[in-house]
């Protein structure tokens, strides 16, 4: 158990809807990532959020947005779902030292289904 | 081109037998290098992390960097069922920006 907790483990949904994954980091860890990971793209890095600020940000879709809390738990907004949305999306967490790239711990992710 | 390639096998080995595990990477800046075992459908699970070249030992894995090269390696010694998973490598540049770029994962199967 890595402590990183994700809620909820699965979501099915149609096209067209909006979700919200929920991610509570390690405690002491300040920075959280979320990353998806589908077959065919491996696991590919979205946002970093360090103590409530957006720290970095990869591939991340428009449509999709996040944010941390003032608790350091961490939210993950999919609107306007396409069936390309279908996937694993992990949330990770780490101390979030500035100087180096640190451990990552990952939770164990919340498989999404758009129908 | 992929920052990070990684064969995506499957590679099967009888157990007992030593695993060799490679990542190739483009991106010099990388300083910061870590394998990551992810069995089915479970979140990835850090097994080695290390900074710059050279060798690290932990147990039955080893992890090595060759920065000159652009490649490193995981060896698993006396290889188990129980090491049947996806092995993913994962590097970042360190600095303000902590992100990992993952490779696509080997996945590993160890037979009886």
């Known amino acids: 158990d890595s402590g990183v907790t994700q809620t909820p483990k699965h979501l099915i949904t149609a096209t067209g809807q909006r979700v919200t994954l929920r991610c509570s980091p390690r405690?002491?860890?300040?920075?959280v990532y979320w990353y998806q990971q589908s077959l065919d793209q491996g696991l590919q890095f979205l946002i970093q959020?360090?103590?409530?600020?957006?720290?970095a940000k990869g591939n991340i879709l428009e449509r999709f947005s996040a944010q941390q809390f003032p608790d350091l738990h961490s939210e993950l907004n999919l609107s306007s779902l396409e069936l390309g949305d279908s996937a694993l999306y992990f949330c990770?967490?780490?101390?979030?030292?500035?100087?180096?790239?640190?451990?990552?711990?990952f939770g164990p992710g919340t498989r999404l289904t758009v129908l | 081109q992929k920052e990070v390639e990684q064969d995506p096998g499957p590679l099967s080995v009888p157990e007992g037998a030593i695993v060799s595990l490679n990542c190739t990477y483009s991106?010099?800046?990388?300083?910061?290098f870590m394998w990551y075992r992810q069995y089915s459908r479970k979140g990835p699970e850090l097994l080695m992390y290390?900074?710059?070249?050279g060798n690290k030992e932990d147990g039955r894995f080893t992890a090595q960097v060759d920065k000159s090269s652009k490649y490193i390696s995981l060896f698993i010694r006396d290889s188990q069922p129980s090491d049947s998973a996806t092995y993913l490598c994962?590097?970042?540049?360190?600095?303000?920006?902590?992100?990992?770029?993952f490779g696509t994962g080997t996945q590993l199967k160890v037979e009886l």
């Open positions: 290390t900074y710059s070249s």
């Open positions: 990770a967490s780490s101390p979030g030292l500035a100087d180096r790239t640190d451990t990552q711990y």
């Open positions: 405690s002491g860890d300040l920075s």
């Open positions: 994962a590097m970042g540049e360190g600095g303000g920006g902590n992100k990992l770029t």
């Open positions: 959020y360090y103590n409530g600020e957006e720290r």
């Open positions: 991106n010099s800046a990388f300083q910061y």
